[in-house]
């Protein structure tokens, strides 16, 4: 079943047209519903009624408000696909807001920038799912659905974005046509993915003999939809042994101006070579997969 619901907003000036689809439509419908949270919350922020204040206060005219809001430490966006990430948090609300009718839904979000005015705002592709725990509260676990390649301009990520977002949270009741929103919740990192390959040669190569390891680091452009050299970053050359399940670092050295990465070792026994980047906020931490070189 499909339920279109428009409510108007705390102001009255805007209207949000909210679509509550199953989940095997969400690919198709998801992103016009996160387009209209979008513009619901950019009109809060802009209402002038309250100011949107660190997780002090919710602004609407629902009685109901948030808590306990958990996401992610870090979430790893990268050129193409889907990426999504659990959310849960306590809603408190009054006994006149039936949080069972297919007419009253909640969802959380994430927003960069201030709270006042954001740059940008990503949400879910579908409401949250809330279990009652006692009279006038209730669980709730969402998700975050980001879209890194999606057409639609209010839901782009820029590459500027990456780094800290914070937490909120939404409820609306259709039938009443009152909302509530709920900002300044626990920060998360949204990151460009990275990736980070490496060669060892020669293989094989004699005791003593100089190994010579290449390699680069990357990162995902949001904008062109692809990976480029990360470059000036600080990367570690590793070795382990053979038959070691531990890595030790031999030297760090910084990629180039294209991301690139070339050093020297000297061999001494069978083993394992492989890169570390310890990941920047906008950034996360990846591990190049050992290339092995057998030393004769």
Same mark, same amino acid.
């Given at each position: 079943? %499909? ?16 679509? !509550?689809?199953?989940? =095997? ?8 519903? +996160? ?15 309250? =100011?949107?204040?660190?997780?002090? =206060? ?5 009685d109901?408000s ?7 430490? $870090? ?6 696909n889907? !990426?999504?990430?659990?959310?849960? &948090?306590?809603m408190?609300?009054? =006994? ?15 927003y960069?920038? @201030? ?13 949250? !799912? ?8 209730? @669980? ?9 390649k999606?057409?639609?301009a209010?839901?782009?990520?820029r590459?500027?974005?990456?780094g ?12 009443s ?5 709920q ?6 990192? !949204?990151? %460009?993915? @990275? *990736? ?8 094989p ?13 990357? +990162? ?19 070795? +382990? ?6 890595y *030790? ?15 020297t070792?000297k061999a001494t026994?069978?083993? &394992?070579?492989?890169f ?8 996360? $931490?990846?591990? $190049? ?8």
């Amino acid at each position: 079943m %499909r339920i279109r619901a428009t409510v108007a907003a705390v102001s009255g000036a805007l209207a949000l047209s909210a679509f !509550v689809v199953p989940a =095997a439509q969400a690919a198709d419908s998801g992103a016009s519903h +996160r387009i209209d949270y979008v513009k619901y919350f950019a009109q809060h922020a802009s209402s002038g009624k309250t =100011a949107l204040a660190a997780a002090s =206060a919710p602004v609407g005219d629902l009685d109901a408000s948030f808590s306990n809001f958990k996401i992610a430490k $870090a979430i790893k966006v990268g050129t193409t696909n889907k !990426v999504s990430t659990t959310v849960t &948090y306590t809603m408190t609300y009054g =006994a006149d807001v039936d949080i069972a009718s297919d007419n009253f839904v909640t969802i959380p979000m994430i927003y960069h920038g @201030s709270e006042d005015t954001p740059d940008s705002v990503q949400g879910s592709d579908l409401p949250a !799912v809330c279990k009652v725990v006692s009279a006038g509260t209730a @669980s709730c676990k969402g998700s975050i659905d980001i879209y890194p390649k999606t057409s639609d301009a209010d839901l782009k990520l820029r590459n500027s974005y990456a780094g800290t977002w914070h937490g909120a949270a939404i409820a609306v009741d259709f039938d009443s046509e009152h909302s509530s929103l709920q900002t300044g919740f626990a920060a998360t990192l !949204v990151q %460009r993915n @990275s *990736t980070l390959t490496v060669n060892a040669a020669p293989e094989p190569v004699k005791k003593g003999a100089t190994v010579t390891v290449t390699g680069k680091l990357a +990162r995902a452009n949001w904008e062109d939809h692809l990976y480029h050299g990360y470059t000036g970053q600080s990367v570690q050359l590793q070795f +382990r042994k053979k038959d070691s399940s531990t890595y *030790t670092t031999l030297k760090t050295l910084k990629t180039d101006s294209t991301g690139n990465l070339k050093t020297t070792t000297k061999a001494t026994v069978d083993g &394992y070579y492989r890169f570390s980047f310890a990941g920047t906020s906008t950034t996360p $931490a990846v591990n $190049a997969a050992g290339d092995f070189v057998d030393v004769q």
